[in-house]
């Protein structure tokens, strides 16, 4: 009997105990879930093959969340560049495609090799990994709706993110999603576009996203009210030079789909929605871009690109300040500039990860933009306010407003004055005609003291 009596006190404190454990775990995973998020990573353009040290920076950064922003890995097949012979690969006057899809097995392994690596193994394991992808990733190079093997390598995708099973992403057509992080009042919603699954052909000026996906944005823009909300696009939204790089070489971005971008930032405007701040990848380097005239207050779209791939790895060191001094060179209305950036033009072209830091306790909250390098030191930054991010709530705005539209922020890059717009190309045309010119020059001075000599040893 007193046994009995001591066993049962013994199992009626076990559950007292059990039940004070279940408390705590559950009042301590409310509070994780409502913990506001702070510091925000995000990237593009990781070749797996290839050497990646910048997680190591990404890793001390400590952030809470990491967005991948496509080209996550190099899943096509690139061939080499042949200018003559039977397969030519580059030219007008080229035969055969430079890019082809891999095969399923092969994107497997390069998502394998990709998620095996030490340093995002280690960013994975301790913080919460979100994203889209773009075309490499995607399967083909500057695909899009055309592409034939989309289907299946969504769900190669998704397993690299490690997407639950009954996820809705796996269901649908496309990769896009949104997540909500953050109590009340410091709410950050995070939306990832797709903009390859539905995209129409380049030069088309057709849709992006597809019917179904500008309905499902719509729906998330008029959802429950967030502080801030993060777009992330795999092509830059604000920026467009190729208006500017152009006849010489052209990059994807919502600038070539003129009417999907007034349609992005209308439906900005009128669902009301504040604090937008977009974050793009694709191009191998690291710009930040702002457009005032288009919701009522500054857009700012962060672009980072590559955690691997970057323009002036392509070049010998010695030309990368030649390739530093084209970028100040190429005209751009949108580019912020100021004393934050390591270089003169305001562009990064060596490795970076975006960061987004956010000073809640500030009175206004100060959202801090950064380009960081494989160090972890920033090269390109800008402060915003929150209480700019609202119609009305920027005087550079009003100031811009009052100037009109020639004001910097304001002026589409493809409105530039034409003399602007092409310098890029005259300068190079023009480089090009007097090397030109100069070999033509060297070859007809050798030939004539070929025969002049010839001439003289004859008559000797």
């Given at each position: 009997?007193?046994?009995?009596?001591?066993?049962?006190?013994?199992?009626?404190?076990?559950?007292?105990?059990?039940?004070?454990?279940?408390?705590?775990?559950?009042?301590?995973?409310?509070?994780?879930?409502?913990?506001?998020?702070?510091?925000?990573?995000?990237?593009?353009?990781?070749?797996?093959?290839?050497?990646?040290?910048?997680?190591?920076?990404?890793?001390?950064?400590?952030?809470?969340?990491?967005?991948?922003?496509?080209?996550?890995?190099?899943?096509?097949?690139?061939?080499?560049?042949?200018?003559?012979?039977?397969?030519?690969?580059?030219?007008?006057?080229?035969?055969?495609?430079?890019?082809?899809?891999?095969?399923?097995?092969?994107?497997?392994?390069?998502?394998?090799?990709?998620?095996?690596?030490?340093?995002?193994?280690?960013?994975?394991?301790?913080?919460?990994?979100?994203?889209?992808?773009?075309?490499?990733?995607?399967?083909?190079?500057?695909?899009?709706?055309?592409?034939?093997?989309?289907?299946?390598?969504?769900?190669?995708?998704?397993?690299?993110?490690?997407?639950?099973?009954?996820?809705?992403?796996?269901?649908?057509?496309?990769?896009?999603?949104?997540?909500?992080?953050?109590?009340?009042?410091?709410?950050?919603?995070?939306?990832?576009?797709?903009?390859?699954?539905?995209?129409?052909?380049?030069?088309?000026?057709?849709?992006?996203?597809?019917?179904?996906?500008?309905?499902?944005?719509?729906?998330?823009?008029?959802?429950?009210?967030?502080?801030?909300?993060?777009?992330?696009?795999?092509?830059?939204?604000?920026?467009?030079?190729?208006?500017?790089?152009?006849?010489?070489?052209?990059?994807?971005?919502?600038?070539?789909?003129?009417?999907?971008?007034?349609?992005?930032?209308?439906?900005?405007?009128?669902?009301?929605?504040?604090?937008?701040?977009?974050?793009?990848?694709?191009?191998?380097?690291?710009?930040?871009?702002?457009?005032?005239?288009?919701?009522?207050?500054?857009?700012?779209?962060?672009?980072?690109?590559?955690?691997?791939?970057?323009?002036?790895?392509?070049?010998?060191?010695?030309?990368?300040?030649?390739?530093?001094?084209?970028?100040?060179?190429?005209?751009?209305?949108?580019?912020?500039?100021?004393?934050?950036?390591?270089?003169?033009?305001?562009?990064?072209?060596?490795?970076?990860?975006?960061?987004?830091?956010?000073?809640?306790?500030?009175?206004?909250?100060?959202?801090?933009?950064?380009?960081?390098?494989?160090?972890?030191?920033?090269?390109?930054?800008?402060?915003?306010?929150?209480?700019?991010?609202?119609?009305?709530?920027?005087?550079?705005?009003?100031?811009a407003t009052t100037k009109g539209k020639s004001q910097r922020?304001?002026?589409?890059?493809?409105?530039?004055?034409?003399?602007?717009?092409?310098?890029?190309?005259?300068?190079?045309?023009?480089?090009?005609?007097?090397?030109?010119?100069?070999?033509?020059?060297?070859?007809?001075?050798?030939?004539?003291?070929?025969?002049?000599?010839?001439?003289?040893?004859?008559?000797?």
């Amino acid at each position: 009997m007193i046994a009995s009596r001591v066993f049962s006190s013994i199992l009626k404190s076990h559950h007292r105990l059990s039940f004070w454990w279940f408390s705590l775990l559950f009042t301590v995973a409310i509070a994780a879930e409502e913990t506001p998020i702070t510091r925000i990573a995000f990237g593009s353009c990781a070749n797996q093959s290839a050497p990646q040290p910048i997680w190591d920076a990404i890793n001390n950064f400590d952030p809470q969340l990491f967005i991948w922003l496509g080209d996550n890995i190099y899943g096509d097949i690139r061939r080499p560049l042949k200018v003559i012979g039977k397969e030519r690969t580059f030219g007008p006057w080229r035969n055969t495609p430079r890019f082809v899809p891999s095969s399923e097995e092969e994107m497997k392994l390069r998502y394998a090799k990709a998620k095996a690596n030490p340093g995002y193994s280690s960013l994975q394991r301790k913080v919460k990994v979100i994203g889209t992808w773009d075309d490499h990733d995607y399967g083909l190079n500057d695909a899009g709706k055309e592409f034939d093997r989309k289907v299946t390598n969504q769900k190669l995708m998704l397993d690299f993110l490690d997407e639950p099973l009954d996820s809705p992403r796996r269901k649908q057509a496309g990769v896009y999603a949104s997540y909500t992080y953050g109590p009340p009042n410091r709410k950050v919603k995070v939306i990832v576009l797709d903009t390859r699954y539905h995209r129409d052909p380049l030069r088309s000026d057709g849709s992006i996203l597809g019917d179904t996906q500008w309905d499902w944005l719509e729906k998330e823009l008029r959802g429950p009210r967030s502080e801030i909300t993060i777009i992330g696009s795999s092509v830059q939204v604000i920026s467009n030079l190729s208006a500017t790089t152009g006849p010489l070489f052209y990059m994807e971005s919502w600038g070539r789909f003129p009417k999907e971008r007034k349609r992005l930032f209308k439906l900005i405007s009128d669902t009301k929605r504040n604090g937008v701040i977009f974050i793009s990848g694709d191009v191998h380097f690291g710009e930040i871009t702002r457009y005032d005239c288009s919701v009522g207050y500054p857009l700012y779209d962060v672009t980072s690109s590559g955690l691997v791939q970057s323009v002036e790895k392509v070049f010998p060191r010695p030309l990368h300040s030649i390739v530093r001094l084209l970028f100040w060179y190429t005209p751009s209305t949108m580019r912020v500039i100021n004393d934050n950036c390591k270089f003169k033009s305001c562009t990064y072209g060596q490795q970076n990860f975006g960061a987004i830091s956010i000073d809640w306790n500030a009175n206004p909250v100060i959202i801090r933009l950064e380009i960081r390098d494989v160090n972890g030191h920033t090269v390109l930054g800008t402060n915003v306010s929150l209480s700019e991010l609202q119609p009305g709530g920027s005087n550079s705005l009003k100031d811009a407003t009052t100037k009109g539209k020639s004001q910097r922020y304001c002026t589409l890059e493809i409105e530039l004055p034409g003399l602007i717009r092409y310098r890029l190309a005259v300068l190079i045309y023009f480089t090009i005609a007097v090397l030109a010119m100069a070999i033509l020059g060297l070859i007809i001075g050798a030939v004539l003291a070929i025969t002049a000599c010839v001439y003289k040893c004859k008559v000797d």
